[in-house]
């Protein structure tokens, strides 16, 4: 049902409580290398931490024949991305609604001391029945936590705060940033800082409005 970068998604029926899932896993090319695996383990368990209807559901994570595997609810509906195609997208109290839900479920991620990192709108997922959900918590981290080290640079550029493109430690606030990034283009149609120079870029972050 989806591919990434990381791996794929496939609709599944878990034999004991006959359940429609849907099972994540890791490409097969990427199943040695050890920093995706720790990332692939710690959007699992940082998910499963959150109980809120506004973040994706996460049920149970393991490995197979050395095969990463995590298993959570099936989303059926579009990315928030592919849902602004839509003709109901176009109505400005549904687009209030979903950025009212959105905060709602990040108001109770920063509740547990857990900063997403990478809002946007392809990390968005809109329900058929209008239930907006976070997904891809993947570089994610507990405000506690040093596991994403400064100087990185994870998350995706045109929604990511000045200080997380500069590579310094972020809190809350740049998933607000990045928050506001995405409504931004929920009313626009266009990204806040476009361009296709990293470089280029981040000096319209740091310096225009």
């Known amino acids: 049902v989806g591919r990434g970068a990381m791996g794929q998604v496939y609709a599944a029926i878990d034999d004991h409580t006959g ?39 996460i049920y149970d994570l393991g490995e197979d024949y050395g095969s990463p595997f995590i298993v959570m609810e099936l989303l059926r509906g579009w990315t928030l991305a592919s849902y602004l195609n839509e003709a109901s997208a176009a109505d400005l109290e549904r687009k209030v609604d979903l950025m009212i839900q959105l905060c709602d479920g990040m108001s109770a991620a920063h509740a547990a001391n857990i900063i997403h990192r990478d809002l946007k709108p392809g990390n968005l997922f809109v329900q058929f029945d209008g239930l907006l959900k976070v997904l891809d918590f993947g570089v994610a981290r507990l405000a506690s936590s040093n596991m994403t080290s400064t100087g990185a640079q994870p998350g995706t550029l045109h929604y990511m705060s000045p200080e997380q493109a500069r590579g310094e430690e972020v809190d809350q606030r740049s998933d607000i940033f990045s928050g506001g990034s995405v409504f931004y283009f929920m009313l626009t149609g266009r990204k806040p800082f476009p361009g296709d120079e990293w470089a280029r870029v981040i000096r319209k972050l740091e310096s225009e409005d």
């Open 19 to 57: 359940r429609k899932v849907a099972i994540k896993v890791v490409n097969a090319d990427l199943e040695g290398e050890p920093d995706i695996r720790v990332r692939f383990f710690r959007e699992a368990q940082t998910a499963a931490r959150l109980v809120h209807r506004n973040v994706i559901t």
